[in-house]
């Protein structure tokens, strides 16, 4: 089950995802380092999560930016 769906984290504002990005990046590392140093991650599973989130975070907020929206999509789709 992802930590965000795709829907939640359009409906965030720009401030708002930057900030959940660091915050998600920052528990990634935390994981890895505790793996790293030989230690035990309660959930692995957990790792996985986390970058897809980041990556759906990253994606979206790349979609803003090239002004890409659903409208246009299904637009295309059908053409």
């Known amino acids: 089950m992802p930590i965000l769906r795709v829907k939640e984290i359009r409906d965030m504002p720009s401030e708002e995802q930057a900030k959940r990005l660091n915050e998600l990046r920052t528990e990634l590392l935390r994981l890895k380092t505790m793996i790293k140093a030989g230690g ?4 692995p599973a957990r790792i996985r999560e986390l970058r897809k989130t980041i990556a759906r975070i990253m994606t979206i907020e790349h979609e803003r930016k090239l002004g890409f929206t659903r409208e246009k999509a299904k637009g295309k789709k059908n053409k």
Do not use: L, S
Request: hydrophobic share 25%.
């Open 40 to 43: 035990t991650v309660e959930n």
